[in-house]
């Protein structure tokens, strides 16, 4: 089967050809629909996140997958389900209590491995297989898109840590700052809809298909190159919820000033070590002083997969048809993982409903 890898030493996808995996007891053959591409899958790429399965020579590319179960095995689907898999298995060390408790979320990285990823081979190829406990079952309906489920699952779990930490009191929140124009970010200030004030950072020029997605949602476009993130409660207003999805280090301490007093921030990205200054006390004492929350919020469970799915049911089509630019054929995986300002969120294509 084609399958899309990194070979060590490189930093551009191939494609080659494996034997199509046999499911094991308790697992199922899932034939691949659509598998997405995100900035993780470019981190992994470059080498700046995940590393490869001990001893492989490649690792197996997508961690954002939709498929139909083409052998259940004894599971609990039929053939035909369509489902989508989460990301993190137990590492090769065996299972913890992480895994045991249906919490594998919340594990240190150095309990699990993350599939596409970290230590195990991802989705993109033709077949996958799983444990059925790791397989969410989906309508037919969201089949085409369903490869946007793990991302909006992202946001759902970190949306809730966030509010679990202002659950002591009546929490209205009616501002929030998105930090990033990618697709995270994008499908996160979708997701805010509620809100009745939104605004969404990013660091490009006008005409800019992700500022017209930002301003088609009703919120408003901060340019960072003009406001930096610690200006943002001066420029426009002190933010009830700040959400990161930039991976820029300095965005982590900013976003605690950019917050109005009670505000929460929410930390998603995942970037490489960088030393700055930072003026600790003012920090200490805001955070402190204001009744702040910063929350880090990594992977999701199978709870968020479900709510993500009833998420993406009820996004506009439009939104999905802007923030989707393109899905490609295995043999043209290289362009779905092209770094530029009119590739917003793509996808490989491996097989159809
Ligand atoms: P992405 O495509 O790399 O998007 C990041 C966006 O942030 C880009 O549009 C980039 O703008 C913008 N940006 C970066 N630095 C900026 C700055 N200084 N000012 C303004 N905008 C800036 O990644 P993604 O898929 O949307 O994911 C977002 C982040 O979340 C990544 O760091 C990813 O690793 C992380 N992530 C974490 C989790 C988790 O479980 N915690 C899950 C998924 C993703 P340009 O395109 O113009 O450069
Ligand atoms: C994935 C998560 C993963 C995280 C850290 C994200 O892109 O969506 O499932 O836990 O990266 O590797
Ligand atoms: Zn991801």
């Not at 045991?100 to 150095?110: C, I, S, V, W, Y």
């Not at 309508?139 to 489920?149: C, E, H, K, N, T």
């Not at 995986?333 to 770094?339: C, E, I, L, Y």
Request: aromatic share 8%; hydrophobic share 40%.
């Amino acid at each position: 089967m084609d399958a899309v890898v990194v070979r060590r030493g490189e930093s551009a996808p191939s494609v080659i050809q494996k034997p199509r995996p046999e499911p094991g007891p308790g697992e199922a053959l899932v034939r691949t629909l659509r598998v997405g591409v995100d900035g993780t899958d470019h981190e992994v790429l470059t080498g700046g996140h995940g590393e490869f399965p001990a001893g492989a020579d490649h690792l197996v590319l997508g961690h954002e997958a939709v498929g139909v179960v083409a052998e259940p095995n004894g599971t609990r689907f039929d053939a035909g389900d369509v489902v989508v898999p989460t990301v993190r298995r137990p590492p090769a060390s065996g299972t913890n209590h992480y895994f045991e408790r249906g919490l594998a979320d919340m594990a240190p990285p150095d309990m699990c491995v993350e599939r596409g990823i970290a230590g195990a081979h991802g989705f993109m190829a033709d077949y996958f297989t799983s444990a059925e406990e790791y397989l969410v079952r989906i309508p037919d309906s969201l089949a085409s898109m369903g490869f946007l489920v793990e991302p909006i699952s992202i946001t759902e779990k970190a949306l809730e840590l966030a509010y679990a930490s202002r659950s002591s009191f009546d929490w209205d929140p009616k501002s929030a700052l998105v930090l990033g124009n990618g697709p995270l970010g994008l499908l996160t200030l979708a997701m805010l809809d509620d809100y009745d004030r939104t605004y969404c950072l990013g660091r490009r020029d006008r005409p800019d298909p992700t500022i017209d997605i930002i301003e088609e949602l009703g919120g408003t476009y901060v340019d960072s190159r003009v406001t930096p993130v610690d200006e943002v409660a001066d420029e426009y207003e002190p933010m009830d919820l700040v959400y990161e999805a930039t991976g820029h280090a300095k965005h982590a301490i900013e976003a605690v000033a950019a917050l109005g007093p009670c505000g929460v921030g929410a930390l998603l990205g995942v970037p490489e070590s960088w030393t700055f200054e930072v003026d600790g006390g003012d920090f200490h004492k805001d955070m402190v002083m204001n009744n702040k929350a910063l929350v880090g919020s990594v992977n999701s469970g199978v709870g968020h997969f479900e709510a993500a799915a009833d998420t993406l049911a009820g996004l506009p089509d439009w939104l999905i048809d802007d923030i989707v630019t393109g899905v490609f054929d295995p043999v043209n995986a290289s362009r779905a993982f092209a770094d530029d300002e009119t590739t917003i969120k793509t996808a490989v294509q491996f097989s159809t409903l």
